[in-house]
């Protein structure tokens, strides 16, 4: 009666310890797919922003660019901001060179436009080094992605 009454008690015993490490199991990998959602979130929403920061930049010279202009900013630097924070060190490098290249990029189409100041070959320069950093921005953040 008493081995019964063990045997029992150790069946429940291992259904518990069973249960807890299943429960426990699964919220990790939970919040691991939550990371990587968000970081596919932030990844795209930059992307996202870059395309409509440039467009804006190119219609800079319109006086009814400035308000638009100015979200696009916005949106571009809140959007950087939240993916140097779910993203891993290389993804921030890249993303730092490629923001220093895009902001020089944008400063160029900006004095091409509205001042008259930057030469074609020179947007032309800062767009070909813009498009190699976002190329291996976008590299380094595929890479994540695959990793998990």
Known sequence: MISADWASLYAALVAVI?????????????????????????????????????????????????????????????ALSTLQVFAPASVFEASEKADRSFKKYVELLRKHYEEKTASDADVKSAEKEFSADFRALISVMRNDIKSG
Do not use: C, T
């Not at 069973?18 to 939550?34: F, T």
């Open 18 to 78: 069973g249960g807890a490490a299943a429960y426990w199991n699964q919220k990790r990998i939970d919040h691991r797919l939550e990371l990587a959602r968000e970081k596919r979130d932030a990844y795209r929403e930059f992307l996202a922003s870059i395309r409509v920061y440039e467009r804006r930049a190119i219609r800079a010279g319109m006086p009814e660019a400035v308000e638009p202009r100015r979200a696009a900013v916005e949106q571009y630097l809140g």
